[in-house]
């Protein structure tokens, strides 16, 4: 029997060879997975929020897993994070940094890493007066602001955010006296007081900013019958019924009909009349009419 010749077999191994360094993992197809973190560094206080966004690129699994020093999801010690990378300071300071990872869920060793540094909660405090504030387009205002705690008792006024302000919110000077822009703005507006020597300590105060009151004029048309053999007539009013009266007008009106543009929205007034002759003899009061000003 013959016996062909033995031919060469090459096995090739199947596998996936894999470095990681500094949030970068390559596959052996040269694609390389990538995570980027914001931001990279934060300070807060006790108990504040810092939101944080990752990216992951070089694959089409963008799942992240987030991590507070090593642990998924954080604890009370060092801070919880959600899985939308919202992340909230611990009650207490800890006694270092913390660590904020973004993980690949698709490559463990694909990551990025951002520190926190915690601080206690802080003495530091402002106070704004006043606290509310209503006023017609292009009016000024002035505020003031207090600071304790610390002997820099500078600030930083904003009006909705926005340093010193802007022509749609307002403007503001340093010294805190706010203008309110020539149009009623879409929102609301806050003038803000920020401290200089901590940014995240400040104290705002709301402020409603509305178009000019029209001057609406109000008066009391008065008429009444002819009298003769007279020269004319004087008008009186009163603020009741039985009087007293005070006279409106300082010579006889010749006509029957007379105007009082003296009068204020919401009151009653009372109106009587007198006939003068030419001798200057006045006749008694006539009837009591009644006016109310809407």
């Known amino acids: 029997m013959h016996i062909p010749p033995l031919r060469t077999i090459t096995i090739i191994s199947a596998c996936m060879c894999v470095s990681a360094a500094f949030g970068v993992a390559q596959t052996s197809r040269n694609r390389l997975i990538k995570v980027t973190l914001s931001p990279t560094w934060s300070t807060l206080q006790v108990n504040q929020a810092q939101q944080f966004s990752a990216s992951v690129s070089g694959t ?40 904020i990872t973004a993980r690949s869920t698709a490559l463990p060793t694909a990551y990025a890493n951002a520190r926190i540094s915690i601080t206690g909660a802080s003495s530091i405090a402002v106070s704004i007066s006043p606290t509310t504030a209503s006023m017609q387009v292009n ?40 203008t309110a822009p020539p149009r009623v703005p879409s929102g609301s507006i806050s003038v803000t007081a920020q401290s200089a020597a901590q940014h995240t300590v400040s104290a705002s105060a709301a402020v409603l900013v509305s178009r000019p009151v029209q001057p609406v004029s109000h008066s009391v ?40 543009s003296t009068v204020t929205s919401g009151q009653t007034y009372y109106y009587v009349t007198t006939a003068v002759d030419s001798r200057g003899l006045e006749t008694v009061y006539s009837n009591v009419a009644q006016a109310t000003v809407p």
């Open 139 to 178: 009016r000024t205002q002035q505020f003031g602001a207090f600071v304790s705690g610390t002997s820099n008792t500078a600030v930083h006024w904003m009006v909705n955010g926005t340093l010193g302000g802007n022509p749609t919110v307002g403007w503001i000077t340093g010294s805190g006296v706010y």
């Open 60 to 99: 089409d699994h963008r799942g992240l897993i987030w991590l507070v020093n090593g642990r998924a999801g954080g604890n009370a010690t060092v801070g919880t994070i959600t899985t939308a990378g919202l992340y909230t300071a611990p009650s207490s300071a800890p006694s270092g940094s913390v660590t």
């Open 221 to 260: 048309s008065l008429s009444w019958g002819e009298t003769s053999s007279v020269v004319g007539y004087y008008v009186y009013r009163g603020a009741q019924a039985t009087g007293p009266f005070s006279k409106l007008n300082s010579s006889p009106n010749p006509a029957t009909v007379y105007t009082d």
